[in-house]
Structures are given as structure tokens and as C-alpha cells.
């Protein structure tokens, strides 16, 4: 069971790895429900999930989520001490903190340009996390976290791509800045700009044509015919 596990996550960090450009460190935000499942079932998550990922992971939390696990007081006491262990991603909320899940949603925003994980139990937050392409979700199940398999966003986005329908707005600018990057803007520039002249005639067509070359020996028969007139006269 384990190893068809380890295979179905194969398979689908490979569908993130290609088609949404997902690269080590994996980023992993993870909420206080994962951190409460995590304690219950004794999953070591700092130490099994770059194995199941198979790569170097940075897991991460948002200040949000904290203030949401200090204020459901000692129910998540536990829980909130694992999320304090990892790192505290910015979030737009300094003044005024939201839910961890509004928090989380507004990370993965404009395409998830950071190609974060999400990691939650909340199968309210899932749900609207599966309505967004490229972003994969961890959760756990049975003793055991597991990498959701591509949403139908998903896997609509990248057929959508395939048909040349659609291309990210981070690529569009990636290409943009490698174009600058290496003058090539400028000389596409440059090649629109010059006309086309118009081109001579073709050489091929200039040719003398060979006159046909008469065999040696053979003469007009009117000629013959006179030659013939006088030798008998004579």
C-alpha cells in the first residue's frame, strides 16, 4: 500500500513539475486543522513530507493562522505549537487578520505565482483550493498524508495550454524579460521594420538559350540537290 502510494504521488508531482513549473524547495502552507491531524495521528511532518514529495520542502504559515490557533485557546494548544516551528509567510493582512482559510486563499491568488502547496483538513477550503488550476493539495487520510490527484481546473487549464488557447500571464512576462535579456526584442524589432526590395529577375531565367548545333558532315538537301546539277554539266 505504501509503495502504490509513493507511486500515485510520482505521478502527480511529476503532472505539477511539467505543467506548472513547481520546483524545490516545495513550498507547503499548512493551516491548524493539518497541524491538529498531524498530533493526533503522530505524523512527523518536517521528516516524512520532503520523503513522500520526494524533494527538499520549506513548510510555511501565515500570521493569520496563528491568531486563529491563539484564539481557540487550549482545544489547539498543540496544533499551534507546530505551526509556530515553521516559517511565517507574508500575507496582505498585518492590520486586520482574517481565518486561516481566507488567508490561505488569498496566497495562492493570480495564477499562484509562488507554486505553493496547500495543507489543510478543511474540506471547505479543498474545495475552493480545487477551483483554482496548479495548486497542490496535501491532506491526511488514514494515518497518512496524501497528494490530492490534479483538480478538473487543473487538468482543464492544461489542455487548454496544449491547444495553445491560453498562456500564463508569469510565462508571458518570463519570456518577455528573456527576450530583453538577450536583444532579441530589439533585432525582432529591427526585422519588422526593414522592407522587403524587390528582388531581380531570377538568374535562372537570364540564361542564353543554346542554339542547336547542326552535325558535322550534313548540309541542306537543296544544297546537295545544286552540287549534284553542276557535276553533271560539267
Not at 498530533?39 to 527538499?56: D, F, M, S, V
Not at 520542502?57 to 490557533?69: A, D, G
Not at 495564477?111 to 483550493?129: S, Y
Not at 497528494?147 to 510565462?171: G, Y
Given at each position: ?83 509556530q516551528r515553521f516559517e511565517v509567510r507574508n500575507c ?69 495550454l496544449q491547444m495553445n488557447e491560453l498562456v500564463p ?66
Amino acid at each position: 500500500m505504501k509503495l502504490k502510494r509513493q507511486k500515485h504521488a510520482k505521478k502527480n508531482m511529476g503532472f505539477y513539475k511539467h505543467n506548472f513549473h513547481v520546483r524545490e524547495p516545495f513550498q507547503v502552507l499548512l493551516d491548524g486543522t493539518f497541524c491538529q491531524a498531524a498530533l493526533r495521528n503522530k505524523i512527523q511532518i518536517r521528516e516524512q513530507l520532503p520523503g513522500y514529495l520526494g524533494g527538499a520542502t520549506q513548510l510555511c504559515t501565515t500570521r493569520c493562522v496563528l491568531k486563529e490557533l491563539e484564539s481557540l485557546g487550549k482545544a489547539l494548544y498543540g496544533a499551534k505549537l507546530i505551526a509556530q516551528r515553521f516559517e511565517v509567510r507574508n500575507c496582505s493582512h498585518h492590520k486586520d487578520p482574517v481565518s486561516g482559510s481566507v488567508c490561505l486563499l488569498s496566497m495562492i491568488e493570480e495564477g499562484n505565482p509562488h507554486h505553493f502547496f496547500i495543507a489543510t483538513q478543511d474540506q471547505d477550503l479543498a474545495n475552493k483550493v480545487k477551483k483554482k488550476a496548479g495548486v497542490p493539495l496535501l491532506f491526511i487520510i488514514q494515518n497518512t498524508m496524501v497528494l490530492d490527484k490534479p483538480s478538473p481546473k487543473s487538468l482543464a487549464f492544461v489542455q487548454k495550454l496544449q491547444m495553445n488557447e491560453l498562456v500564463p500571464e508569469h510565462q508571458k512576462q518570463s519570456i518577455v524579460q528573456l527576450k530583453e535579456r538577450e536583444g532579441l526584442a530589439k533585432q525582432e524589432g529591427e526585422k519588422r521594420r526593414k522592407r522587403k526590395r524587390a528582388g531581380g529577375p531570377n538568374p535562372l531565367s537570364c540564361l542564353k538559350k543554346k542554339k542547336k548545333k547542326t552535325q558535322e558532315g550534313q548540309e541542306p538537301s537543296a544544297e546537295k540537290k545544286k552540287r549534284r546539277k553542276r557535276k553533271r554539266n560539267r
